[in-house]
């Protein structure tokens, strides 16, 4: 399994950036796929996830209203749209997944992701 993150960069605040997550070794619509994030000096920490077919998804508050997850199954891809950026959201943003025999409350914990890619860096500043 191999997830490839994509697409951080430097923002000023306010702005947008679209993150891509693209797989191969396994089908993202049969998985909980996930956008974790780690800022400087800071333990990893859940931002969103996208749960299988029935497309359900589950943010953390700080980015609810702000971003959005989604899914592109004939690509085998899976997206974070970042809108309103803060400063405080400046992290590597790792894309993951997890099987489907989870209860939701463990998506929301790092431990639970079973795969992860290398991380992009995405970076808020004026």
């Known amino acids: 399994v191999q997830l490839q993150a994509s697409g951080g960069g430097l923002v000023q605040p306010g702005g947008s950036l679209r993150l891509s997550c693209s797989a191969s070794g396994l089908t993202v619509s049969s998985y909980v796929m996930g956008w974790l994030r780690q800022a400087p000096g800071k333990a990893r920490e859940f931002v969103a996830a996208?749960?299988?077919?029935?497309?359900?998804?589950y943010y953390t508050d700080s980015v609810k209203g702000r971003f959005t997850i989604s899914r592109d199954d004939a690509n085998n891809r899976v997206y974070l749209q970042m809108n309103y950026l803060r400063p405080e959201d400046t992290a590597v943003y790792y894309c993951?997944?997890?099987?489907?025999?989870?209860?939701?409350?463990?998506?929301?914990?790092?431990?639970?992701?079973?795969?992860w890619g290398q991380g992009t860096l995405v970076t808020v500043s004026s």
């Open positions: 996208l749960r299988t077919s029935s497309a359900s998804t």
């Open positions: 993951a997944s997890t099987g489907t025999g989870n209860p939701i409350s463990a998506y929301y914990r790092p431990y639970t992701y079973n795969y």
